[in-house]
C-alpha cells in the first residue's frame, strides 16, 4: 500500500513561486512509476498539471508550460512541483498522484492519491 502526503502549499501573490513536495511512503514494488500532479477548481473537472515517468520523461498541461516544472528524487521517488509565474487561475487544489509499475503513456487513472495542499493565487 502507498500512501502520499503533499506539502508546500500556501497563498503567494499574483507572480510569485511556490513548490510543492509529495512525500511517498508504503510498500511498492521497485520499478517504473508514473508520479504526476493534479488538481481540482470547485465546480470544475480535475486537472493533470504535470507528469514524470522514472526515466524522467516529462508532460505538461498547456496551461503550466514555460511557467512549471516537475522532477523528482529517484532514490524517494518524491515529485517535486516548481511553480513559478502563478496566476489567479493556477488557485485550486493540487493533488500528488502515483502508479507503480507502469509508465505515464500507459496509465488510465492513477491508483494512488494524496489528500491534497492548497494553493491561492490573489
Known amino acids: 500500500h502507498v500512501q502520499l502526503v503533499e506539502s508546500g502549499g500556501g497563498s503567494v501573490q499574483t507572480g510569485g513561486s511556490l513548490r510543492l513536495s509529495c512525500q511517498v511512503n508504503g510498500s511498492y514494488k521497485r520499478g517504473s512509476m508514473c508520479m504526476g500532479w493534479f488538481r481540482h477548481i470547485p465546480g470544475k473537472e480535475r486537472e493533470g498539471v504535470a507528469s514524470?515517468?522514472?526515466?524522467?520523461?516529462?508532460t505538461f498541461a498547456d496551461s503550466v508550460k514555460g511557467r512549471f516544472t516537475i522532477s523528482r528524487d529517484t532514490a524517494q521517488n518524491t515529485p517535486y512541483l516548481e511553480m513559478r509565474s502563478l496566476r489567479r487561475e493556477d488557485t485550486a487544489m493540487y493533488y500528488c498522484?502515483?502508479?507503480?509499475?507502469?509508465?505515464?503513456?500507459?496509465?488510465?487513472?492513477?491508483?494512488?492519491w494524496g489528500q491534497g495542499t492548497q494553493v491561492t493565487v490573489s
Open positions: 498522484a502515483a502508479q507503480p509499475l507502469l509508465p505515464c503513456v500507459a496509465v488510465v487513472a492513477m491508483e494512488y
Open positions: 514524470i515517468d522514472s526515466d524522467g520523461e516529462t
